[in-house]
């Protein structure tokens, strides 16, 4: 065919493609006409404006449903001002439907937003939302509660299908109604109208003034109950058996306190005690009388005049702990008090024999303050533990203690690593030097080798040899143990780096 047209004149070619073009246009419109009678299956139609930008989308969307969706409209213009009337505890909010220039809602409207605020002019945001009106007219109310009883400002919002906000509208301002005049009455209302846990804490008065009683329980039986007088407690007949007077502060129990650590437990007077027989505990808030506060611990024991006693403070200068009466010889006894008192820590182990924990023991003679452990035998020391030490008979026995490490001056731990590294063992009686060490600088003459701590300290100094333990010559030079506790080197010939010097069963002693 082309080439037919191409043989052919030219008037005769364009008279041709003209009707080429006529008959593709036909096609699409019988196409078009055709559409009215069509349908969708399982699509969508997209409607676009003249500048090829979406507008709506007709049959199935992408959430499954099926509709017409407006999509991209401008926003909204502002809608009319809303009317605002007052409500127990809040404003009425009404829109007519209509927008603020008179022009007609857009296809895509959807809704308003009500947005609530204190503040006059204020510019709607989350903060301020309250609600919306999906509908003019009847029906086209919110109600805003609560809100403060004070001027508040509401102000509309637009909102089309594609959640686009448009302008806000003029403000209405309102104030929420009060309870007032006839709305409740004495006695309107009742039990039945509130609601369980409606009355809460923040709903009372700081201070609550109840003009009769408050009454836990049976009225006129057991009962707890809060009154004019005070608190009262009262048993299934009704009778009085616990008070706490409020004009007087008193307290009255009328009955025994029992319970799973108590058995028959009796509050009499000003003492709180177990019971009245022989044996028995008691609670003495002492006597204006010069009888300090005490817990008195009566055993039932013949003989016995006064009870063991804890005591509060004995005399003002201590504490008195006594597990039997004193009055009872021969028996177990147990003071307690401070240093300088006549009641120190002791107890009678046996006829004769007298265990003494700090205090003053007198027991012994001379009398003597204590402040440590102590056993006597017939009113004679026999051995005593304080900060001294330990001692029998009154001669220092030595005590191991653990070993430690002397200060290094000049010297350091051995060259020679297979000796034992310095160290100083006290037992309280001798202090005996045990291993090896070198010196850190060759020197001929004199050197601070260590120091030794105060306590470990002789009372004069000594001057002992030491040994060279790294040669098979047995070079000894000379080390002095000073009262300051600085121990002293001394050589003619140079003392290296490299030897090592071996100071065991060096001692000295502490007394």
């Not at 805003?144 to 299908?161: A, C, F």
């Not at 105060?454 to 000073?482: F, M, N, W």
């Amino acid at each position: 065919m082309p080439r037919q047209l191409r043989q052919l004149p030219p008037d005769v070619t364009t008279l041709a493609r003209e009707v080429a073009d006529l008959r593709r246009q036909v096609r699409e419109l019988r196409a078009s006409r055709r559409l009215e009678h069509s349908s969708i299956s399982q699509g969508a139609l997209t409607i676009t404006d003249p500048d090829g930008t979406v507008r709506a989308i007709l049959g199935h969307q992408d959430d499954g449903s099926v509709a017409l969706v407006s999509v991209g409209g401008p926003p909204p213009g502002a809608p009319s001002p809303p009317v605002v009337t007052p409500s127990l505890g809040g404003l009425s909010v009404v829109w007519d439907g209509t927008l603020a220039d008179g022009s007609t809602l857009p296809a895509d409207f959807d809704h308003v937003a009500v947005h609530v605020s204190t503040s006059s002019g204020f510019t709607p945001s989350a903060a301020t939302f309250a609600g919306t009106i999906t509908r003019a007219g009847e029906g086209g109310r919110l109600p805003v509660v609560p809100l403060p009883y004070q001027t508040t400002y509401v102000r509309l919002v637009g909102v089309n299908t594609g959640g686009i906000d448009g302008p806000a509208s003029a403000q209405t301002a309102g104030v929420p109604a009060q309870v007032d005049g006839p709305d409740l009455t004495a006695g309107s209302v009742t039990a039945v109208a509130i609601a369980a846990g409606a009355v809460t804490a923040d709903k009372l008065e700081a201070i609550l003034a109840l003009v009769t009683r408050l009454v836990a329980g049976d009225p006129t039986g057991a009962r707890v109950e809060l009154n004019g007088d005070g608190l009262r407690v009262y048993n299934n007949t009704g009778a009085l058996t616990v008070s706490f007077d409020g004009a007087s502060g008193n307290a009255a129990f009328t009955g025994t306190i029992t319970g799973s650590d108590i058995s028959g437990g009796t509050i009499t007077g000003t003492l709180v005690q177990t019971g009245t027989g022989a044996q028995r505990v008691v609670l003495n808030p002492g006597t204006s009388g010069g009888q300090p506060p005490s817990l008195d611990i009566y055993t039932g024991a013949t003989g016995e005049a006064t009870p063991g006693r804890v005591i509060a403070a004995f005399g003002g200068d201590g504490a008195e702990v006594i597990l039997a009466s004193p009055q009872i010889e021969d028996g177990p006894q147990a003071y307690a008090g401070v240093a300088g008192t006549d009641h120190p820590m002791g107890y009678m182990l046996a006829d004769g024999v007298h265990l003494q924990v700090g205090g003053y023991n007198h027991l012994i003679d001379p009398q003597a303050v204590l402040a440590g452990l102590q056993v006597t035998i017939n009113n004679t020391e026999a051995l005593r533990l304080d900060a001294a030490g330990l001692s029998v008979a009154g001669r220092p026995v030595p005590v191991p203690q653990p070993p430690i490490t002397p200060t290094y001056a000049a010297w350091t731990t051995p060259q020679n690593t297979t000796y034992q590294t310095l160290r100083l063992i006290p037992d309280g009686v001798r202090v005996c030097l045990d291993g090896s060490a070198s010196t850190t600088t060759a020197f001929t003459g004199s050197q601070t080798a260590f120091t030794v701590p105060p306590e470990l300290c002789p009372k004069k100094d000594h001057y002992l040899g030491l040994v060279r333990a790294t040669s098979a010559d047995p070079r000894v030079i000379g080390c002095r143990i000073q009262a300051s506790g600085t121990v002293t080197v001394y050589a003619s010939t140079t003392v290296a780096t490299t030897d090592t010097w071996d100071f065991t069963d060096i001692s000295w002693t502490l007394i």
